[in-house]
Nanobody, 116 residues
Framework: QVQLVESGGGLVQPGGSLTLSCAASGIAFRSRLMNWYRQAPEKEREFVAN????????SYANFAKGRFTISRDNNKSTLYLQMNNLAPEDTAIYYCKAILDGVDYWGKGTLVTVSS
């Protein structure tokens, strides 16, 4: 079955950096566009970034542009999100998403807390 497992979340101070990972299994990872979403407390889930199968194209939400970098290692079937200049409003559970045959698959998420 499809499994997406996020890791790397934790507590970071404002202005700090954090790198998230998403380990994928049960899918042909190298042929799939991959996505990061996030959900802050009591808010709807929102798009963060995605990356094309070979990593040559990426898209970002406005809040992520210039601060976040999405990347992937197809040999490891792993998706990454490098987050810099973090602010308290970045506090959220961050989720990895893949789409297969029109169906969304989600990881369980990893919590990022930005606080001093």
């Amino acid at each position: 079955q499809v499994q997406l497992v996020e890791s790397g979340g934790g507590l970071v101070q404002p202005g700090g950096s954090l790198t998230l990972s998403c380990a994928a299994s049960g899918i042909a990872f190298r042929s799939r566009l991959m996505n990061w979403y996030r959900q802050a407390p009591e808010k709807e889930r929102e798009f963060v970034a995605n990356i094309s199968p070979y990593g040559d194209q990426a898209s970002y939400a406005n809040f992520a542009k210039g601060r976040f970098t999405i990347s992937r290692d197809n040999n490891k079937s792993t998706l990454y999100l490098q987050m810099n200049n973090l602010a308290p409003e970045d506090t959220a559970i961050y989720y990895c998403k893949a789409i297969l045959d029109g169906v969304d698959y989600w990881g369980k998420g990893t919590l990022v807390t930005v606080s001093s």
